[in-house]
């Protein structure tokens, strides 16, 4: 405290000391004038001035020591009253601003959580209905109807899902279970779902998994699949999707390629930014640029690291990798 209230004046009582330091250099130069005389009134004003900067101190700074001494307590309104009566109005100004954002957060906490709770169950409702017209969907004869209305169908319950998975996210660490996953199985449940999709867009998939099983959450796990896997699909056209899973680096890698599209690679560093979406493709208003935001924060606490390599109208290549068994084990039992 003491050094920073001599680094705060530090320019005053240099300026003092130089004009100290005058005095004696004007004693020294003009003999007609006693230099008793002058270092007696420098020893003097050294001894007021200091005798000065000791009051100042103490009252200047009475008021941020108490501060200081319960710097682990931000509730002001337990602070000793200041003896002067303008530090008196601050404080006190300070803690009626202090309850009421107090009371302010709390309160929007309690909303925030009222809405999350209202869209989930909201979430929850649509998914009946929309299971029912699916089940209708099947039902057509009608194949060029079907096709159609079934890909209207499965973007609306893609649009759910990530609304459903989004809303999660922030609880998603007391959500997880690690376990032994099958990666064969996952894939070709994804595959279903897109299958009248990927018929219609006469989009295969060419599936080599030399590593069938990972330790990773399944219900995450699934939903990052399911986003990469919409998005090759979406962007590609007539052609294969290769989907592989080796060793390396005692690591298990799996990667997503297509042969759609492409992306900008201006555009690669972005691809993961909260609400991005392509600038070759801006104009598409279907494009949230949620998805792979989503899928990027869920990947952090499963440990999996995600790169993409693209070139604009040849393909991209998504590669997830999966940490080894013993980062899991560290990072429970931290």
Same mark, same amino acid.
């Given at each position: +405290? @003491?050094?920073?209230?001599?680094?705060?004046?530090?320019?005053?009582i240099i300026l003092f000391l130089c004009l100290q330091l005058l005095i004696v250099l004007v004693v020294f130069i003009d003999p007609s004038i006693p230099s008793e005389a002058g270092f007696y009134i420098v020893l003097l004003s050294m001894l007021i001035f200091s005798t000065f900067l000791v009051i100042r101190y103490h009252k200047e700074t009475k008021f941020y020591q108490s501060l200081q001494e319960r710097k682990h307590d931000l509730d002001i309104t337990n602070l000793a009253v200041p003896e002067s009566p303008f530090e008196q109005i601050i404080a006190t100004s300070m803690t009626k601003q202090t309850t009421a954002l107090k009371q302010q957060a709390t309160e929007n906490r309690v909303l925030l959580e009222q809405e999350k709770d209202e869209l989930l169950a909201w979430v929850h409702e649509v998914k009946t209905p929309l299971t029912a017209l699916h089940? +209708? @969907?099947d039902r057509l004869e009608d194949d060029k109807l079907k096709a159609a209305m079934t890909y209207e169908w499965l973007r609306i319950h893609l649009l759910l899902d990530q609304q459903l998975h989004q809303k999660r996210l922030p609880f998603m660490e007391n959500d997880l279970y690690i376990e032994k996953t099958s990666l064969e199985e996952i894939i070709f449940q994804e595959i279903k779902t897109l299958r009248s999709w990927c018929m219609q867009k006469r989009i295969g998939f060419d599936v080599d998994l030399e590593v069938e099983n990972v330790?990773?959450?399944?219900?995450?796990?699934?939903?990052?699949?399911?986003?990469?896997?919409?998005?090759?699909?979406?962007?590609?056209?007539?052609?294969?999707?290769?989907?592989?899973?080796y060793i390396e680096n005692e690591q298990t890698v799996l990667q997503v390629q297509d042969f759609g599209r492409g992306i900008d690679s201006k555009d690669i560093p972005r691809l993961f930014d909260k609400g991005f979406t392509s600038t070759t493709e801006h104009q598409n208003n279907a494009a949230t640029g949620m998805g792979l935001y989503l899928t990027k924060k869920i990947a952090k606490p499963l440990l999996i690291d995600i790169t993409v390599q693209s070139e604009l109208g040849v393909g991209t290549t998504v590669t997830l990798t999966f940490p080894k068994r013993n980062d899991f084990v560290r990072t429970i039992s931290m």
């Open positions: +405290m @003491i050094k920073t209230y001599i680094l705060e004046r530090l320019s005053w089940l +209708m @969907i330790l990773s959450d399944t219900k995450w796990l699934a939903f990052i699949l399911r986003q990469l896997l919409t998005n090759a699909v979406k962007y590609s056209e007539a052609s294969d999707i290769i989907i592989k899973s």
